[in-house]
């Protein structure tokens, strides 16, 4: 199915750090939750307020994760930015949802924005949305353009208390998250494989105008995965390099991890753009074959033809004298020399292989 380019809100001549969300709005209202922990405590609460959620952002004490669903809400964003000192050009890449994956490291807190691509197992089409963190201490706050994400195997290990992420502090949280988005391209990579497969067999087997729409579809979804995926290997290379307290001794080995499977995402679509442009090709060819086979048929019949034409010439020339006109049994020897003209032409092609 056709991904539908989305309409965005135009900022030409506004101010530098308009809160102006220029994307669509995909939710009726801003829900957002709040998950306090440490080693011992563990608390997940879903405020009703922005004043609640407000009262929640404290950059000490355990580690905080807010998060909030539905940028279209600016008035949120923006009072939520104010509250944490965030600068407003921050605020404005938050709601300006058209922004290449980045990191940006600030006097007191880190600025990162990522693409999280989700894949509808229904329909096998996916699905994109910008996503952004804030990480100011032990605060971690998220903003998303809808409701549903990849985290919820990072929200069960918080919950049961499985492997470290208890104990360790905020930048691991953001790492998690981080490499929850990197993991789940993986599926959606596995995806477009099986696509692109299925697309390689009707191609072969017919090669129509739809398989070359799909073609082009798949295509274009592989691209906006490129253009997605490859700032990422920036992203998360900077973020390795980051020094305490941004980023603890402890949680580096983990990005380095991270990095890695990032290189290996980049990678297998490089391997899928190159099936793509292959694909492409073998349509072409498939057609020009198609083509060819049709050609040659007709250049058969038409040469079949040409002894035929060359007789029915010859008699049919205006001379005075021609003995075979009055011969009682010329039509039929003429007819007899055609089929036989026929039969052997036929013969000559079947023994060069071209019927």
């Known amino acids: 199915m056709a991904r539908k380019r989305q309409k965005r809100k135009l900022k030409a001549g506004l101010a530098p750090g308009t809160a102006l969300f220029t994307g669509e709005q995909k939710m009726e209202r801003l829900e957002m939750s709040v998950l ?23 950059p000490g004490g355990p ?3 807010v998060n909030l669903d539905g940028l279209h809400e600016e008035h949120a964003v923006e009072r939520i930015c104010q509250r944490l000192d965030i600068h407003k050009l921050t605020m404005e890449d938050i709601l300006s949802v058209g922004q ?26 996916t699905t994109d949305e910008q996503l952004s963190f804030i990480l100011k201490g032990n605060l971690l706050l998220t903003f998303q353009e809808r409701k549903g994400d990849v985290f919820d195997g990072v929200r069960k290990r918080l919950r049961e208390s499985k492997g470290q992420i208890r104990r360790r502090p905020a930048d691991y949280l953001l790492y998690a998250l981080m490499d929850a988005v990197v993991d789940n391209y993986y ?43 490859y700032p990422l290997r920036e992203v998360v290379g900077r ?7 941004v980023v603890s001794e402890g949680t580096r080995v983990f990005i380095r991890d991270l990095y890695d499977h990032t290189i290996q995402v980049i990678e297998n679509i490089e391997v899928l ?23 040659k048929v007709l250049t058969i019949i038409a040469t079949l033809f040409i002894p035929l034409t060359f007789i029915v010439g010859v008699y049919g020339m205006n001379f005075d004298y021609m003995p075979e006109l009055k011969w009682r049994y010329g039509y039929f020897v003429v007819l007899g020399l055609m089929f036989v003209a026929v039969l052997g032409m036929m013969y000559f092609f079947r023994r060069r292989r071209w019927l």
């Open 273 to 295: 753009r190159d099936i793509a442009t292959s694909l492409l090709d073998l349509y072409m060819n498939s057609v020009s074959n198609k083509m060819n086979e049709v050609m």
């Open 63 to 65: 580690v905080t994760w």
């Open 36 to 58: 306090r922990y440490d080693a011992d405590l563990y608390e997940e609460s879903f405020p009703g307020s922005l004043e609640e959620v407000l009262s929640e952002l404290r």
């Open 187 to 229: 599926p959606i990579l596995e995806t477009l494989g099986e696509q692109y497969e299925e697309l390689e067999m009707e191609l072969l087997d017919n090669p129509t105008r739809a398989a070359l729409g799909r073609l082009h579809i798949l295509r274009r979804e592989t691209i906006l995965l490129r253009r997605s995926v």
């Open 100 to 125: 290449r994956p980045k990191v940006e490291e600030h006097a007191d807190y880190l600025h990162v924005v990522l693409r999280m691509f989700m894949m509808d197992g229904t329909i096998r089409e």
């Open 239 to 245: 973020f390795e390099k980051m020094e305490e307290p």
